[in-house]
């Protein structure tokens, strides 16, 4: 049962004069900036339609009675404030989204869309230099980089209305541009204005996590939050830092025509994956020409500043003690994130925190139980992703508003522990996970499992299309059961044939069941069919035997 049955759909505020475009304006450097956030460049017609729905000029704040109380305020507006806001108010709740830079966060404007954009170039340029697919090979330099980015500016605007104030205003929610300082238990502040509410959830996202070596602060490094700025191709391209969104621009940026070089500390890369999956990779990338040191210790930065593009020196100590300096003259810093909570206010609050983000129980309450936090501002890593953003949202709607043992709209279980994650890496092959999906992470958690594992060499699918060598599909079981605990698969499209995984995970179909699933031929999903046939090919009974 909604628990505040009596309030009345939230009034419409008066509406607001129509906002001046984005398109008036003259900029020589990227706009908007507020409080360490930067903004877009270069201004042109789509990046000034992005601005428009993200960040619009001369938005009006509502106007609410000082008694007013919301029920839910969301602050943030990616996907968990959007989702949490626009849910909420979609139910009968007063809610209310609060932003001080972008809407649509990180994925919309500096994450999952850009560089699935330029990863769909990247993929189209390594396949015209194949040579066995039909088409004249191309050189490696045959790319036109500014109209791939022109092109990702152009599809980034055109998602962006659903991210938009106007679209969170028609889903029935207030908007407020600014930033968000809580007062108190139950109010927060946004500029000269104090909102009173009886549940929150804080949605602040997160940004890059810079480490503190020498010289870095002064090099004029990229973030995934600039990168995608780029009008021009770096002919040498380094990366610091060998996981997803490193990786994902590694073998992009090669693709494109520069020289590539990933540093990681860590032994492989992506470390927390399956360590085969992990070597097929770097298999692919280094066969496609780029460098990838593992183990390295970074230990200095110093530059030159030039023109078109300066020379950057990352000094370097390998695995067995010899020195090293690479030079390029682009670095992105992929080192991972580091959680938005300074400045929000959150001891007036009573809501802890500490520096890997805000403390959450299992239905993402704080230390304050008319607070919630959800995304990648909470203290908990394994769930820091846009699809987990948005399920938390869901969550939160429901138990902050909700009673009772109803299921949220968008997510299996109103307590993180009973989630299964799904994750992906977008490279070529993908590296797609779910669960427990290794040796590693079964034995961190106590679980015995049992690995069934079938390779894709022999998959008709996958011999047709070219695809890489290694590529495999692994699921993880509960010892001696076919209970599903998790699975890895490394293939092209693998994060689509993974949610097969995650749904039997999730809702306890077994191996068995899987395995007698018609599976479409020919595709690679029917390498999913052939890891879970070994349980059943196990347990066949044959000609001439007793059924037991």
């Known amino acids: 049962v909604f628990l505040y049955q009596c309030h009345a759909q939230l009034p419409k505020h008066p509406p607001c004069a129509m906002p001046e475009s984005w398109s008036a304006v003259t900029a020589d450097a990227p ?18 339609k992005l601005l428009d729905n993200v960040h619009p000029r001369g938005w009006q704040n509502p106007k609410r009675p000082d008694d007013f109380v919301y029920d839910l305020i969301a602050v943030g507006a990616g996907a968990a404030g959007l989702v949490s806001a626009k849910q909420s108010a979609r139910r009968g709740a007063k809610s209310a989204l609060v932003e001080m830079h972008l809407a649509g966060g990180d994925c919309l404007n500096v994450g999952c869309v850009p560089s699935k954009a330029l990863l769909r170039c990247a993929r189209a340029a390594a396949e015209r230099r194949r040579g066995d697919l039909g088409a004249p090979k191309a050189a490696r330099t045959e790319v036109d980089f500014p109209a791939i980015m022109e092109r990702m500016r152009r599809l980034r605007a055109q998602i962006a209305p659903v991210d938009s104030h106007e679209a969170t205003v ?8 600014g930033q968000a300082e809580f007062t108190g ?19 602040a996202g997160a940004r890059a996590s810079v480490p503190p070596i020498p010289g870095l602060a002064e090099a004029p490094y990229f973030t995934n939050a600039t990168l995608f700025n780029l009008t021009e191709l770096p002919p040498r391209f380094a990366v610091l830092g060998g996981g997803p969104i490193g990786l994902e621009m590694a073998q992009a940026f090669r693709s494109f025509g520069s020289e590539v070089t990933v540093l990681e500390g860590m032994d492989r890369i992506l470390g ?4 085969e999956a992990s070597a097929v990779l770097d298999k692919v990338l280094r066969h496609e020409g780029v460098e990838i040191l593992t183990g390295v210790k970074v230990e200095s930065f110093a530059h030159t500043p030039a023109q078109p593009w300066p020379e950057i020196r990352v000094s370097v100590v390998l695995p067995g003690g010899e020195s090293k300096v690479i030079v390029c003259d682009a670095i992105l810093v992929a080192t991972g994130r580091a959680p938005n909570v300074q400045g929000l206010g959150l001891e007036a609050a009573g809501v802890e925190y500490h520096a890997r983000g805000v403390k959450v129980n299992d239905d993402l309450s704080t230390s304050n139980p008319d607070v919630y936090a959800a995304g990648d501002v909470i203290d908990r890593p394994e769930f820091k992703f846009t699809h987990m953003a948005g399920t938390m949202a869901g969550m939160v709607v429901q138990n902050a508003l909700f009673s009772g043992e109803d299921l949220p709209v968008n997510a299996p279980s109103r307590k993180l522990s009973e989630i299964v994650v799904p994750r992906c890496t977008y490279t070529e092959p993908e ?32 011999i047709l299309e070219g695809g890489c060598d290694g590529g495999f599909v692994k699921i993880a079981c509960l010892k001696g059961t076919d209970t599903i605990v998790g699975a890895t698969v490394v293939a092209e499209r693998a994060g689509d044939m993974l949610a097969e995984l995650t749904l039997a995970a999730q809702n306890g179909l077994g191996l068995a069941a899987v395995a007698r699933t018609v599976h479409p031929y020919p595709t690679l999903g029917e390498g999913i069919q052939q890891c879970a046939l070994a349980w059943n090919r196990a347990r066949w009974r044959k000609l001439g035997e007793k059924s037991a």
């Not at 706009?31 to 000034?48: Q, S």
């Not at 238990?185 to 949605?203: P, Y």
């Not at 927390?272 to 360590?275: A, K, R, V």
């Not at 499992?449 to 998959?459: F, G």
Request: proline share 5%; charged share 25%.
């Open 272 to 275: 927390p994956e399956d360590p």
């Open 431 to 462: 590296v797609a996970s779910c669960g427990i999906a290794s040796e590693r992470a079964a034995e961190a958690k106590g679980v015995s499992i049992e690995m069934y594992t079938a390779k894709l060499e022999h998959n008709d699918r996958a």
């Open 31 to 48: 706009v908007p900036e507020h409080r360490g956030h930067v903004g877009v460049w270069p201004l042109d017609e789509h990046n000034a």
């Open 185 to 203: 238990r139950n109010e927060l502040k946004v500029g000269s204005q104090t909102l009173r509410f009886r549940k929150a959830v804080i949605a």
């Open 170 to 177: 028609q889903a029935g929610a207030d908007v407020y541009m």
